[in-house]
Structures are given as structure tokens and as C-alpha cells.
């Protein structure tokens, strides 16, 4: 079998199989043969790879330059160089892998940078999935309890309020200390998150309401239980007029349950932070600065899977009844129907236990990383001799050894607030952080928003918002970062590029956000009829459903003979409801809606006749003349009146895709960005300062802010006992134009800001290669310097 002369590749497949636990190949071991017989080979090749403009011949007469092979040669030997420390030194407590009895060989193999990436990966698509389970698990939790809505946002917000509070602090302190075990206590955190959540289940059990529809407790199977109960809950849909219709609903159930869920996410939100600072920081520093990007594309995209799996959970556990020992006499079609919405907790937090046992086993710095610095180390020792007086070796010895014990300093309180000084007046950092925070303010309507928005514009399903954003959306934003992440470790950019890119990211999302402002549907912005009779402020004008008390009644459209869609059956003033053979249901006696005998409507709607109610033995005996007058008002189906919004939907959803992938194409040059404007000692300090500032001012307000802004765009309001309810109908345009607009202003802020990062990271390394060619070039500047001093005397 040939091997490849390609030293660059030599190199590459060297470092591969050492990490991998593999036997080094025949090339490291001749470069290893070379340092031990001659301890100043690697002077000599410094020295013959000073001049970086030389130029070789090639085979086709051309030229080619010398510099690229020169590299691959140094990488060739570095990889050497690495090898040879890592079987002669002993194995410090430092980079020793396990605790307590799991240590040895066998675990020893696992301390490498793949193993880390991809653990650490599939952790935080477990920890991703608690909260899409927790988002499509809610309503039946709202239900179990009677956990009023707005109850549910506070609760859902504990975790940024933790965050906020601890971020910085725990980031500071824990990145001095062993950061894989820190984090391994932050998982356990989270594990303490999923047994808070589902404890309210076992303090309460499944409820008196839910115990009695089962076997055991004196429920009698019926099958036409389900459809009773969906008949009486449609019935009160409508108009009555001596009384009996919806009633308001009550106040809030049990607060202990709530409090327990307060408390849940608010723990959540230490772990959470742990996890996110000092697991990519730590990724960070013990991986060559070259396969960051990659490898931090690759444990984005395992995050990303995790929402997917976390709504696929919620799904499969709501099908199972909230006692499932128990057999329920009603399936899950019923509106009575609860799910056992505590069972997903008990398995992701099983799972996040044993991935968090394993996390933690990592040691304080991989072996590799360590050998790795001690030979960057070596050699730039030697550089700086080739350059310096002799006078001056000991002064920058001195400053090399000052500069790593500092990185190793002891965490105190005084050097944690020096920290925040250097960070705060960091222009680089600041700009890139507030550039984020706009940005996140900017893209909350659409995280939270994005499903109903889908529904009020497009009269999508929710079954279709969901999929659309929970499948398509994550696929072009998976390939956005898995692409740019391999496409910066291939190119390795500077900074400046990057932050330019980041840049035109941000304009690109101003003009898609403008363009959804203008992709709207108008059959759906003037089918609905809003006719709300308020008798405080009507006094007593008689209006067509003023005597249907309808005020108490949900959100449930119809769609008349005329073509328009009304707030509900009650709300146009239908009394009563025909389902015939084939049980399709149609509303008549409808006030508010114009007869229409003659059948013209262009929804081919199928009027009533005589002989249909004659034929319905739900219906009370009347006679011609009653039945002529009830018929000759108007009539409504169930749903609302459809709206041919396809095309733009299909708009939507394209421009939809491209922000998602550009976006998500600026996440790693962001992140690259970030954490080489600071110091090296910095890094995790300034990761947790940085969400602090997040959470406190994108996380916490903005969904508050947006949901103020929503809310002044609707036009129908729900009512309880004792307070507003939840908005049931939104005004289509102005809720496009007031969110898109919004929103488009923050982003463009943040890439003002983004402009910021782009010029004062005019200096900015982000690779190692950068840093090395810096060296080299002051190195040979400053023997020129010498020689031509030299040669005057």
C-alpha cells in the first residue's frame, strides 16, 4: 500500500490516531527518531522557514511557495513533539480521567476531544428537550391544576430570573475550578429540575375528575360517553335565550403546584448556565483553535435535534392516560381526557443522571491540550531566543512564567470584580454583547410567537405551524450551522471577515423580517365579524345575539351562508343545531346572519329544508309555519369560513427558511468572536457575564414586551369570574405590522452594534496559525534588523 507524501496529511492522520488510542504511524515515528538523534533540528527548520517569501520550482516549471509546505512540515513535527511528551510524562492528577474506583486505562482512552464534543452534545439535546416537553406538555398541566395563563408565563421565566442572579458568579468561580465536574453538578441540578416537575403528580395524584372516568373507581364504559360530553360542551356554544349557556369559569386551583413549578425552573436555570459557559469553554481550550468551528457546529446541531424529540416525547405520553395502571372508560378524543404528562420527566431525567455521571469523569484538561501547550510553549521560547539579546532571555522567561501563573490564579472576590472591570471596558466584547442582546429581543415574537402567527395570517392548523417550525425551520438551520462551522475550520477567516459576515447576517434579517411584514393574506383580513354586544356600553340597544348571553362563551368560529366567519355559534345568534346521518353538523336560527334561500353562496354551503328537521328526532315537534320561520334565517357550519392562503403561506415559509439558515450560519464566527476578545483567563467569566446581561435584559422582558405588544392587536378578549381571559381573535394586518416592524428595529440595532465588533476587531486573532505567522514575521523582521546593524559596523 503507497502512503501519501503529503506532509499536511501525515500531520492530520498523526493527531487523529493518537487521539483515537491507535499506535503512531511510521512517518511521526521517524520525526520522533529525528528530535531525539538531533536536539536542534527543529532550530535549523526555523531557521530555513524564516524567510517567508521563498519560492520552490515545481514539476511544471512553475513556482509555488515555500511557506505552505514549511507549515505542514512544522505541524508534522509538532504532532511529533506532542506524541514523544505524551508517552514520557507521567499522568498528572490533572488530566487523570474518572474518580474514586472508575479510573484505569479503560476510561483514560475516553479523555479525548471527540468523546467530550460528542457526550457533551447529546447532553444538551436532552437538556433541550426539557423544555419543548415542558412547552407541549402545559395545557394539560394548566388542566390537571387549573393554572390560569398568566400564571404560566411567570413560571416559565424562572429560569432566566436564576440566571440572571448567578450566571456571572457561578462562571467566574467555577471556571478556575474542575470545569467538567462543575458542570456534572449542574446537570445534577437539572435532574433535580425533572423530579420537581413531575412531584406534583405523585403529592396530588392524577385528581377526583380524572379517577372517576376510570374502571377501577365506578366508571362504566359507554361509548357514546366521549360523544356526549363533546355535544354538551358544542351545545353551550349557543344561543340561549332563557339561560343555561357557558358559564364563566372559576379562579385558580392549588397554588402549592405552582409554587413546586417556580421552583423547578428556577434550579433549572443554575444548571443551565453551567452547563452552556464552562461546556464550551471548556471545548475551547482543549481543542486547536482550527476545529472549534467544527466542533462547535456539531454539538449545536445535536441541541437542535432536541426540541424535535422533546415534542415527539409530549405527544407519545399524552396518548397514555395520567394513571396508566388505571383503565380509563373514554379515550383521548374526549375533552375530559388527561395525559400523563409526568411520565417524560422521569425519563429524561433518568437520562440526563447517567450522561451526567460520565460528563463529570472528564479530567480538568484533556491530555492532548496539555501536551499541546507545553510544546506551543517550548517554542515560543525558542522564537524569542532566536530574537532576543541575551540580556533579555531572562526577563522573558520571567514574563512567560508571570503569564501562566496568572492563568491558574486563585478566584477571589477582589480579582472576580477586576474581571467584570476588564470585561465592561472591553469595546470589543461589549459591542459583540449587546449586539446579541438586540438580536435575541429581536427574534423572541418569532420563538414564541411563530405557531399562532402561522395560524392568525395564514389559517394554517396548529398541527401545520407546529411541523413547519418545529421540522422544516430546523432543518435549514441545522445545515446552516454544521456549514458555516466546517466551512470557517477549512478557511479559518480572520475576525474581521467574520464580523463582517455577522454583519450582513444582520441586515439580511432586517429585509426578511420587512418582507413578512408584506406577505399577508386579505380574504383573511375581512372574513371575520366582530359583533360583541356590551350592554355597560350599547345601554339597551337591541342588537341581533344581545339576548344569547354569549359572554361566557370560548372562542369557537362558524362560518355563515354569507361567507363570513363569526366569533361562535352563540355570538351569530344560532339557537339551534342539526347533525344529520353522516354527522356533518349545520347551525340555523341564526339572527345575525342574512338568509340566503336561493343557495349562492361560493362556500356551496347546503341549506336546511324541511324535510331534514322533519327527519331529526333531536328536535322538537314544530309546525310548518314555525319551521318556515326558523329556515328562512340564516345558517352556519362549524370552523371557519375557508380562506385560500397557500401562496402566501408557501412566501412565508421560504423567506422563513432562508432567515433560519443565514442566521444560524453567523452563530459560530459569533461565538469565535466573542471569546477571543478577551483574555484567555477570561473566557468562561465572560461567557457567564455575558448571559447574565441576556437574561436580564432579552430573556425576562422581551416576551413580556412582545406580549404587550400582541395583546393591543386583538380584537376579541375571553372572559373569567372575575377577569379578562385570553385574547381568542387577533386583527391579521396590524398584528403583522406591529411584530415584524418591532422586531425588525432590534435587529438593526444589534447590527449597529455588530458594526462596532467588525471595526475594533481589526486586531483580532482568532486562530493559532494567525498568532504563529505574527511571530515569525517579528521574529525575521528583527534578525533583519540585527544583521543590518551588523554589517554597518
Not at 470584580?417 to 449587546?434: A, E, H, S
Not at 359572554?551 to 354569507?562: A, F, L, Q
Request: glycine residues 8%.
Amino acid at each position: 500500500m503507497v502512503q501519501s507524501e503529503n506532509p499536511s496529511s501525515l500531520g492530520h492522520d498523526a493527531e487523529q490516531d493518537a487521539e483515537a488510542g491507535r499506535p503512531e504511524s511510521r512517518d511521526e515515528s521517524d520525526a520522533e527518531t529525528r528530535l531525539l538523534d538531533n536536539g536542534k533540528t527543529y532550530d535549523k527548520e526555523q531557521e530555513a522557514g524564516i524567510n517567508l517569501g521563498e519560492k520552490e520550482p515545481s514539476s511544471t516549471g512553475k513556482t509555488k511557495p515555500k511557506k505552505k509546505k514549511q507549515k505542514s512540515e512544522q505541524d508534522r513535527l509538532m504532532t511529533a513533539e506532542i506524541n514523544k511528551l505524551l508517552n514520557e510524562s507521567p499522568l498528572e492528577k490533572n488530566v487523570t480521567c474518572g474518580f474514586w474506583i472508575f479510573k484505569g486505562p479503560f476510561y483514560q482512552r475516553f479523555a479525548n476531544q471527540t468523546a467530550y464534543v460528542l457526550l457533551y452534545g447529546i447532553v444538551g439535546c436532552i437538556f433541550s428537550m426539557t423544555y419543548a416537553y415542558f412547552n407541549g406538555t402545559i395545557t394539560t398541566i394548566e388542566k390537571r391544576f387549573k393554572i390560569p395563563s398568566k400564571n404560566t408565563g411567570i413560571i416559565s421565566v424562572g429560569n432566566d430570573i436564576s440566571q440572571t442572579l448567578v450566571s456571572a458568579v457561578l462562571a467566574y468561580y467555577a471556571g478556575k475550578g474542575h470545569r467538567p465536574r462543575w458542570i456534572g453538578f449542574g446537570l445534577l441540578t437539572i435532574v433535580l429540575f425533572c423530579v420537581l416537575t413531575t412531584s406534583p403528580h405523585f403529592l396530588y395524584g392524577p385528581g377526583e375528575d380524572a379517577l372517576a372516568l376510570t374502571a377501577e373507581f365506578g366508571g362504566l364504559p359507554d361509548e357514546n360517553a366521549t360523544m356526549e360530553a363533546i355535544e354538551e360542551q358544542r351545545s353551550k356554544t349557543l344561543c340561549r335565550l332563557n339561560g343555561g349557556g357557558a358559564e364563566c369559569e372559576m379562579g385558580e386551583g392549588n397554588f402549592a403546584p405552582q409554587l413546586l413549578l417556580f421552583v423547578a425552573q428556577f434550579i433549572s436555570g443554575i444548571g443551565g448556565s453551567l452547563y452552556y459557559t464552562l461546556g464550551v469553554s471548556y471545548m475551547d481550550d482543549n481543542t486547536k483553535k482550527s476545529k472549534t468551528p467544527a466542533l462547535l457546529s456539531l454539538s449545536y446541531f445535536l441541541r437542535m435535534l432536541g426540541p424535535a424529540i422533546g415534542y415527539a416525547l409530549a405527544s407519545f405520553c399524552l396518548r397514555l392516560y395520567i394513571a396508566p395502571q388505571m383503565h380509563p372508560v373514554i379515550n383521548n378524543k374526549d375533552p375530559r381526557w388527561l395525559g400523563a404528562w409526568w411520565l417524560g420527566w422521569l425519563v429524561m431525567g433518568g437520562l440526563l443522571a447517567f450522561s451526567g455521571v460520565f460528563l463529570s469523569m472528564f479530567p480538568k484538561d484533556l491530555p492532548r491540550a496539555v501536551a499541546r501547550r507545553k510544546v506551543e510553549e517550548n517554542r515560543a521560547r525558542e522564537k524569542e531566543k532566536l530574537a532576543l539579546k541575551s540580556s533579555e532571555k531572562e526577563r522573558l522567561n520571567a514574563e512567560l512564567d508571570q503569564k501562566s501563573a496568572t492563568v491558574e490564579g486563585k478566584a477571589s472576590f477582589q480579582d472576580m470584580l477586576k474581571t467584570f472591570r476588564r470585561l465592561i471596558t472591553n469595546k470589543t466584547y461589549m459591542c459583540n454583547t449587546l449586539s446579541t442582546i438586540f438580536y435575541l429581543v429581536g427574534y423572541t415574537p418569532y420563538w414564541i410567537f411563530t405557531p399562532k402567527y402561522i395560524e392568525v395570517q395564514y389559517r394554517q392548523s396548529a398541527a401545520t405551524s407546529s411541523m413547519v417550525t418545529g421540522t422544516v425551520a430546523l432543518a435549514f438551520s441545522a445545515v446552516g450551522v454544521l456549514l458555516s462551522g466546517f466551512i470557517i475550520s477549512r478557511y479559518k477567516p480572520r475576525a474581521r471577515y467574520m464580523a463582517a459576515w455577522n454583519v450582513i447576517v444582520g441586515f439580511l434579517t432586517v429585509a426578511g423580517i420587512l418582507a413578512y411584514a408584506f406577505i399577508g393574506c386579505p380574504g383573511n383580513e375581512s372574513s371575520v365579524i366582530v359583533n360583541i354586544h356590551d350592554s355597560s356600553l350599547a345601554g339597551n340597544t337591541t342588537t341581533c345575539n344581545s339576548a344569547c348571553s354569549c359572554d361566557y362563551v370560548r372562542y369557537s368560529p362558524v362560518c355563515g351562508e354569507n361567507d363570513m366567519t363569526y366569533i361562535s355559534a352563540c355570538h351569530a345568534g344560532c339557537k339551534s343545531l342539526h347533525v344529520n346521518a353522516e354527522g356533518k353538523k349545520i347551525f340555523y336560527d341564526c339572527s345575525c346572519i342574512p338568509g340566503n334561500e336561493g343557495g349562492n353562496s361560493t362556500n356551496q354551503f347546503t341549506r336546511l329544508t324541511s324535510s331534514d328537521l322533519s327527519s331529526d328526532n333531536s328536535t322538537l315537534d314544530m309546525s310548518t309555519l314555525n319551521q318556515l320561520e326558523v329556515l328562512a334565517n340564516g345558517q352556519a357550519m362549524p370552523g371557519a369560513c375557508p380562506v385560500n392562503c397557500w401562496t402566501q403561506f408557501v412566501a412565508f415559509l421560504a423567506v422563513m427558511c432562508c432567515l433560519k439558515f443565514v442566521g444560524a450560519s453567523g452563530r459560530a464566527s459569533n461565538f469565535l468572536v466573542s471569546v477571543r476578545c478577551v483574555p484567555e483567563k477570561d473566557k468562561t467569566a465572560a461567557m457567564g457575564f455575558g448571559m447574565t446581561m441576556c437574561s436580564m435584559l432579552a430573556f425576562i422582558p422581551s416576551p413580556i414586551f412582545f406580549g404587550w405588544v400582541v395583546d393591543r392587536v386583538c380584537l376579541v378578549w375571553g372572559k373569567t369570574c372575575t377577569n379578562k381571559g385570553n385574547c381568542w381573535l387577533y386583527d391579521p394586518q396590524s398584528m403583522r405590522y406591529s411584530l415584524n416592524f418591532t422586531a425588525a428595529v432590534f435587529i438593526a440595532i444589534g447590527s449597529i452594534f455588530d458594526l462596532g465588533v467588525w471595526y475594533y476587531a481589526k486586531d483580532l486573532k482568532i486562530f493559532d496559525e494567525e498568532v504563529k505567522e505574527v511571530e515569525m514575521q517579528i521574529v525575521q523582521h528583527e534578525e533583519e534588523a540585527s544583521n543590518e546593524k551588523n554589517t554597518e559596523i
